[in-house]
């Protein structure tokens, strides 16, 4: 988060994270290419030669101007691939929310589990414990056939109802607006709280 | 490791921190011939910038210095060779390029022609992330306005929800 008085700007930082392959990549192309260039800004991946993110994917929405304010959105994706651990972590970094973007085939549940536990140790070394933090689980590829099921995929996560679900096929756009606009609704809620805890 | 305030906290500048920084930046521009001299959160926020190259994408620009920024403090940290004040040399054809840390919060990333001097301009990046760093370091007394001041209350989630809506275009 960076709030800036003088201009009345607040910018927030969210993170799509899960396992490789699962749609983090595809959900910014699909936000990038359903705002209009005016109101974001260039899409920027650093790939590898694969075409496989090697850092992270990076896109900026600027959301108008809202009770007197001009938020914007920072959105940023993690490489997915196993040996990219240390990159994701730092992509975490400074981060208001994340949406964890997971894979509803059946043979890729584990990696679901193993990056969404990474995900949890890497904010606890921040020293975030993931149950306040604004989170949205996405569960993508939903149009694949043999699917997992949604309470399948809740207990293997050990998910309880904190974190709101969203199915999605994201090379569609489906899913994409409402993860997105569900995570900002919840960093904002959080930033509004911690700015009353401060205040009290 | 735990580095508490990583995540989920940020930098909060008021107007007269921001105007000292930018004063800080105007001189290091000026004295360095900088093509571009840009100041961004360590998270990677774009704070300000200054020089004859302003026609950048700075949202991205400021991501990607924070993160090669954080790349290198990493790739010390591995071969334990970790220091403070770090800064990074990129010497191009016809530019050179300092990122170096401002403090515990920023980054400061300056691109100059190669016929600047290199030890003038590694010398004024030193001096001015010292003193931007000691711009944002928290001190008693330091006034930083009440947040509740400026966010505004209840319906704010709703309306950046709509918002969200609103920049959807099929």
Known sequence: MYINYARREITVKVVYYGPALGGKTTNLIQIH????????????????????????DFLEL??????????????YTVPGQARYEASRRLVLRGADGVVFVADSQ?????????????????????GIDSQGFPLVVQLNKRDLPGAVGVDLFRSTLSLNGDAPLFEAVAVDGRGVRESLRAIMERVVVRLRREISASAA | MVEHGDVGSGLVLSPLQEK???????????????ALALL??????YIASRGSRRDVDSAALASLVAADLAASTQITDLVDTSEAHTMILREGERYTMLIAEAGASMVLLVVASRDVPLGWIRMLVQGASQRMAEITRPAPGR???AMASVLPGGEFANL??????DLWTD
């Open chain 2, 40 to 45: 961004a959160t360590r998270t990677g926020h």
């Open chain 1, 62 to 75: 600027q959301l108008g101007k809202i009770g007197g304010l001009t938020p914007r959105a920072q959105l």
């Open chain 2, 160 to 165: 950046v929800g709509q918002a969200i809506d």
């Open chain 2, 143 to 145: 006034h930083v306005p």
């Open chain 2, 20 to 34: 000292a920084l930018e004063a800080v930046l105007v001189q290091l521009a000026a004295k360095s011939s900088a």
């Open chain 1, 33 to 56: 290419d359903h705002v209009a260039d005016s109101q974001r800004s260039e899409l920027i991946s650093l790939k590898t030669a694969e075409d496989r993110t090697l850092f992270f």
């Open chain 1, 106 to 126: 059946l043979d890729r549940q584990e990696e679901n589990l193993e990056s969404w536990l990474g995900m949890r140790r890497h904010l606890s070394s921040y």
